[in-house]
């Protein structure tokens, strides 16, 4: 199983991304999907998680601006990112939890920039 994360770049301030997590299986393997970031010299965050059944999950800074979708027909996860901040500059990596196993995709990067 693979995970493929798009839908980085530059963005100013403000500005919206979304972000996408392609799964070369089925998303219904997973118990939960979502995504992490890192921000440089920081600790890897938990961003957003979807579980099977559709139940979501942020962070609490994040609720309000972040959405995370999925689209099952196309075994993708989303996450829109609206009124960006510079403080939401960091690779963001798509995960999933499989019967307790992690999966890890790349990180795709976001920067927010004036």
């Known amino acids: 199983v693979q995970l493929q994360a798009s839908g980085g770049g530059l963005v100013q301030p403000g500005g919206s991304l979304r972000l996408a997590c392609a799964v070369s299986g089925s998303l219904f393997s997973f118990n939960v999907i979502g995504w992490y970031r890192q921000a440089p010299g920081k600790q890897r965050e938990l961003v957003a998680g979807?579980?099977?059944?559709?139940?979501?999950d942020y962070a609490e800074a994040l609720k309000g601006r972040f959405t995370i979708s999925r689209d099952n027909a196309k075994n993708t996860v989303y996450l829109q990112m609206n009124s960006l901040k510079p403080e939401d500059t960091a690779h963001y990596y798509c995960?999933?939890?499989?019967?307790?196993?992690?999966?890890w995709g790349q990180g795709t990067l976001v920067t927010v920039f004036s």
């Open positions: 995960w999933g939890d499989m019967s307790g196993r992690p999966y």
């Open positions: 979807i579980t099977r059944g559709g139940t979501t």
